[in-house]
C-alpha cells in the first residue's frame, strides 16, 4: 500500500507541471493582457482595447504612452522577462504555496480566495449533505421497489430536475418566492441580511438559512438523478446475485440481507466519487447562480479573473484545484481498500 501511495504521489508532479505548462502557454496567446488592460484604464476607456500586433513587441492598447512607462508596466507584471523564466519561477513559488499577488485586487490570491470561500463553502457544503442524504435513500428505496409506480414516479421527478437549468430555476424561483410578480417570502440576495450584526446568535442562523433555501434549492436540484440512479442500479445489481437468494434461503430477514450483505458490495461505486464530491465541495462555484442571487463567491472570482487577465488569481487557483482533484482521485482508490478489503493495490503493483 506504501508503495502503491508513493507511486501516485510522484506521478502528480508530472500531471500537475503538464497542466500548468499547458495553462501558461495558453495564457501567453490571449489577447488583452493585464498591461493592456492597466493601459486602457489609464487612458480612461475602463476596458480593454484591441490587441494585435505592436511596434517593439507592445500592446497595440499601449498606443499615445511612453516607452519608458510600457516598460515599467511590464516589470511591474514580470513580463520583462522571458517566457520560460517566469514559468521556472512560478513553479518554484507555488511548490511552497506562495501564489503572489493578484493584479487588480490588492490583495495576495490567497487572501483574495479565503475572502470568497464563505459562500463557496455554504453552496458547496450545503448541497453535498442534501444530495447524499437524499439520493441514496431514494435509490435504494427505488431499487427495492423496481418497476412500482413509486419508481416510475421519483424517477420522473429526478430527471425532470436533471433537466432544468440551476440558473433558469434560480428566475423562476425569484419570482414566485422572492419578491417578483408573485411572493416575497425569500431574500433576493446575500448569505446574511444588512443588520446581522445587532441579531441574536440563533436569529442569524436563521437568517443565513433562510437566505441559502433558493440558491442551495437551484445547486442540488439536478444533482439528485445520476446519484439516485447510481444508487438504484447498483443495489439492482448486487440484490440479484447468487449470494442474496442464499441468505434469503437461510431465513435472513430482508433488512438483514439489505443491510449487512448488500449494501457493503452496492456502495462501492458510490465511494469513488464521495471523497472527491466532499473536498471539493469546500471550493464550489457557480458562476450563474452567484450571479442570480448576488452571492459573491469562487465562481464570480473565477470569470472576474479570466475577464481582466489576472493571471496570478486564474493560475494559482488552477494549481491548487488541479493538486486538490489529483489528491481527491487518490482518496477515492484508498476507500475502495477500506470498504473492500478483497482490493489490494500491493498484489496490483507486483505485477
Known amino acids: 500500500m506504501a508503495q502503491y501511495i508513493l507511486k501516485r504521489l510522484l506521478l502528480m ?12 502557454v495558453v495564457t501567453q496567446f490571449v489577447p488583452g493582457g493585464p498591461v493592456e488592460q492597466l493601459v486602457s484604464q489609464i487612458q480612461g476607456r475602463g476596458q480593454a482595447g484591441e490587441a494585435g500586433a505592436a511596434t517593439r513587441g507592445l500592446y497595440r492598447g499601449a498606443t499615445g504612452l511612453e516607452a519608458e512607462q510600457i516598460e515599467k508596466l511590464n516589470a511591474l507584471y514580470g513580463f520583462d522577462k522571458p517566457a520560460h523564466e517566469r514559468f521556472a519561477m512560478m513553479m518554484v513559488n507555488y511548490a511552497t504555496f506562495d501564489f503572489g499577488d493578484s493584479y487588480f485586487h490588492n490583495k495576495s490570491v490567497v ?14 457544503l450545503w448541497s453535498f449533505f442534501i444530495v447524499y442524504s437524499v439520493s441514496i435513500p431514494l435509490g435504494i428505496a427505488k431499487a427495492v421497489r ?18 432544468i437549468p440551476g440558473f433558469v430555476l434560480g428566475i423562476v424561483l425569484l419570482v414566485l418566492f422572492g419578491g417578483g410578480s408573485f411572493l416575497s417570502i425569500f431574500p433576493l440576495s446575500g448569505l446574511v441580511s444588512d443588520n446581522w450584526r445587532d441579531m441574536a446568535w440563533h436569529a442569524i442562523a436563521l437568517d443565513y438559512l433562510w437566505h441559502m433555501v433558493l440558491p442551495i434549492t437551484c445547486v442540488v436540484i439536478g444533482s439528485f438523478a445520476m446519484n439516485t440512479m447510481l444508487t438504484k442500479n447498483s443495489f439492482i445489481e448486487e440484490i440479484r446475485k447468487q449470494y442474496v437468494l442464499t441468505a434469503r434461503a437461510k431465513g435472513l430477514s430482508d433488512n438483514t440481507v439489505l443491510y449487512k450483505h448488500v449494501f ?3 456502495v ?10 466532499f473536498v471539493m465541495s469546500f471550493f464550489t462555484g457557480s458562476l450563474l447562480i452567484e450571479t442570480i442571487f448576488s452571492l459573491d463567491g469562487l465562481g464570480l472570482l473565477s470569470y472576474e479573473s479570466v475577464l481582466m487577465r489576472d493571471y496570478p488569481v486564474v493560475l494559482a487557483t ?6 486538490l482533484g489529483l489528491i481527491s482521485k487518490l482518496l477515492a482508490d484508498l476507500s475502495y481498500v477500506l470498504i473492500d478489503p478483497r482490493i489490494q493495490f500491493d498484489s496490483v503493483d507486483g505485477k
Open 111 to 124: 487572501e483574495l480566495v479565503i475572502s470568497k470561500l464563505p459562500v463557496s463553502i455554504s453552496l458547496g
Open 146 to 163: 423496481d418497476g412500482s409506480r413509486f419508481d416510475v414516479i421519483t424517477s420522473t421527478l429526478v430527471l425532470a430536475g436533471y433537466a
Open 268 to 277: 462501492i461505486p458510490l465511494i469513488t466519487g464521495f471523497p472527491a464530491a
Open 264 to 266: 457493503r458490495n452496492a
Open 13 to 24: 508532479i508530472p500531471t500537475l507541471f503538464g497542466v500548468m505548462l499547458v495553462t501558461f
Open 318 to 323: 488552477l494549481y491548487f484545484f488541479t493538486l
